[in-house]
């Protein structure tokens, strides 16, 4: 069974459309309908209901569908495997935004540096998604906040953060809470931390820029919490009251037990 057909198929039930399939894969409508078509030729079988609101599921193509996402994983896995038999053709990188705005384009400098041969893919998500990705064999390593906790995931390297709770020094505070994104692991330690120490109700504002989150801030808007590197990065280490809080928050290089890069050494002892 074709795996690039099955791969057509489960973006088809994920997107909930052709059209929708045919942008996540960068192919045409017609494309992904012959590929369809195709594969329920194969298996004789109608997988998709054609409704006003797009495509829903047969009963027949429920009952592939588990198999289907097994299958194109196995095959993604083992064709990565095959092209770094013998190096590190690739390596695929997650980060959450705060390591990316720390540490993402040094690392990938040295990475560059030390291994000219191999491409560096990366994207930037959320701790929890990550993890998933991980899981699931889409990427090979991931910077995330925090220790991770789940029997699968491996740590390669801590890289040490100083967090702290950021108010403005001189100016009455609003009772907002100024975040990156409000399912961040950063918003939801903040919103803990509120509640522990403040009887106040606060209102989260995600803004998904850190410059912007220390300006208002400085102008009393609200309160943040933040690695004292990216407050340090952007120059407002003068310009606010900082209060140093006890956290987990180190962040944590880790990739899948089953799944160990061929740099893992390199990445456990030479990376910075």
């Known amino acids: 069974m074709d795996s690039n057909l099955l791969k057509a198929f489960i973006t088809v039930k994920n997107e909930k459309?052709?059209?929708?399939?045919?942008?996540?894969?960068?192919?045409?409508?017609?494309?992904?309908?012959?590929?369809?078509?195709?594969?329920?030729?194969?298996?004789?079988?109608?997988?998709f209901h054609r409704t006003n609101r797009g495509v829903v599921l047969t009963n027949e193509g429920e009952k592939l569908y588990p198999f289907a996402v097994d299958i194109v994983k196995?095959?993604?896995?083992?064709?990565?495997?095959?092209?770094n038999i013998n190096h590190q053709e690739i390596l695929k990188m997650g980060t959450t935004q705060s390591n990316a705005t720390i540490r993402l384009i040094p690392i990938i400098e040295q990475l560059n540096k030390d291994f000219q041969d191999m491409?560096?893919?990366?994207?930037?998500?959320?701790?929890?998604?990550?993890?998933?990705?991980?899981?699931?064999?889409?990427?090979?390593?991931?910077?995330?906040?925090?220790?991770?906790?789940?029997?699968?995931?491996?740590?390669?390297?801590?890289?040490?953060d100083e967090i702290y709770y950021v108010e403005p020094k001189d100016k009455e505070v609003k009772n907002n809470l100024l975040v990156y994104r409000d399912t961040c692991a950063y918003c939801l330690h903040l919103q803990d931390y509120a509640k522990q120490n403040s009887d106040l109700e606060y209102k989260t504002i995600a803004l998904q820029n850190y410059e912007?989150?220390?300006?208002?801030?400085?102008?009393?808007?609200?309160?943040?919490?933040?690695s004292k590197s990216i407050i340090?990065?952007?120059?407002?280490?003068?310009?606010?009251?900082?209060?140093?809080?006890?956290?987990?928050?180190?962040?944590?290089?880790v990739c899948r037990k089953d799944y160990r890069p061929m740099i893992e050494d390199y990445l456990r002892t030479k990376l910075q």
């Not at 196995?74 to 092209?83: G, L, N």
């Not at 801030?217 to 933040?226: E, Q, R, S």
């Not at 340090?232 to 290089?253: C, E, N, P, V």
């Open 17 to 47: 459309s052709i059209s929708g399939a045919a942008k996540k894969l960068g192919y045409t409508q017609s494309n992904i309908t012959s590929r369809i078509k195709q594969l329920e030729k194969t298996l004789a079988y109608s997988l």
């Open 74 to 83: 196995k095959v993604e896995e083992a064709t990565s495997q095959m092209r």
């Open 119 to 160: 491409k560096i893919e990366f994207n930037i998500d959320s701790s929890l998604n990550l993890i998933e990705q991980l899981l699931d064999y889409q990427i090979d390593i991931a910077f995330i906040n925090g220790k991770p906790n789940h029997k699968d995931l491996e740590i390669l390297n801590v890289f040490k």
């Open 212 to 226: 912007l989150m220390l300006g208002l801030t400085k102008a009393g808007y609200g309160v943040t919490l933040l």
């Open 232 to 253: 340090d990065k952007f120059g407002y280490t003068d310009k606010l009251k900082l209060t140093r809080i006890q956290s987990d928050f180190d962040a944590h290089l």
